[in-house]
């Protein structure tokens, strides 16, 4: 919900599949409803909220992958070239699960389960 769904158009023009969760859940649903709606359908979630890579945390969760966008322009036609970049170079580890956490500098991936840095 924290995301336009303008992106949903933006991605189908890469030949990218998605939805917006306003078009497939309630407004006031909870981000581990969302967690499981997306794992449950092989779906990985696209968000800027930091809350989806804290439920993984929190669950020791391999699925769903999650891509967090951490940029200040969310607009669609500003970053939509470079998503698409990046999820088709990180595709093998979002399939296995992952979190790709996506800032100006670079991609930074993670494998899921996430581990404690002390593990």
Known sequence: M???PQWVAFLADYAIEAIHWSAVGPAN???Q???DYARDLG??????D???SAILAATNGCKPSVVQLRFGNLIPESAVAWLVAVL???A???D???LVTLDRRRPRIRILPLRQINE
């Open 96 to 98: 296995a699960g992952a």
């Open 29 to 31: 649903a909870t981000d």
């Open 92 to 94: 093998a580890e979002l």
């Open 43 to 48: 779906m990985i979630v696209l968000t800027h």
């Open 50 to 52: 930091l809350d989806f």
């Open 88 to 90: 088709r170079q990180t």
């Open 2 to 4: 924290n995301l336009s």
């Open 33 to 35: 409803v969302l967690m």
